[in-house]
């Protein structure tokens, strides 16, 4: 069985931190990378990281670059995102999801590669 469940949401004000994670089902573990998306009320879909488990390649959206941090600990199976200086548009609920599409990192940004998603964690940033 598949599953993803993501968890460390909450509160916080502009410029703190949060990390999330996302704990994988073992047979989640095989697949090309592990990675998060956010939604806005109102807003597209929109890719933020994504890691391979195999070798640690990550990719990130632009926006993300440098407040962002994805990591994983596959002796646990998690995937976390490292959340710094948080803005009020970071406010989302945060969702991971597992990659069989495609082994290439220049394409993890597509959800169209995503096959099973975690229910989400609400992360809101007050300013």
């Known amino acids: 069985q598949v599953q993803l469940v993501e968890s460390g949401g909450g509160l916080v004000q502009a410029g703190g931190s949060l990390r999330l994670s996302c704990a994988a089902s073992?047979?989640?573990?095989?697949?090309?990378?592990i990675g998060w998306f956010r939604q806005a009320p109102g807003k597209e879909r929109e890719f933020v990281a994504a890691?391979?488990?195999?070798?640690?390649?990550?990719s990130y959206a632009d926006t993300m670059k440098g407040r962002f941090t994805i990591s994983r600990d596959n002796a646990k199976n998690t995937v976390y995102l490292q959340m710094n200086s948080l803005k009020p548009e970071d406010t989302a609920v945060y969702y991971c999801?597992?990659?069989?599409?495609?082994?290439?990192?220049?394409?993890?940004?597509?959800?169209?590669?995503?096959?099973?998603w975690g229910q989400g964690t609400q992360v809101t940033v007050s300013s």
């Open positions: 999801a597992r990659n069989t599409g495609s082994p290439y990192s220049s394409t993890w940004f597509k959800a169209f590669y995503y096959d099973y």
């Open positions: 073992r047979r989640t573990v095989n697949s090309y990378a």
């Open positions: 890691i391979s488990w195999n070798d640690g390649t990550t």
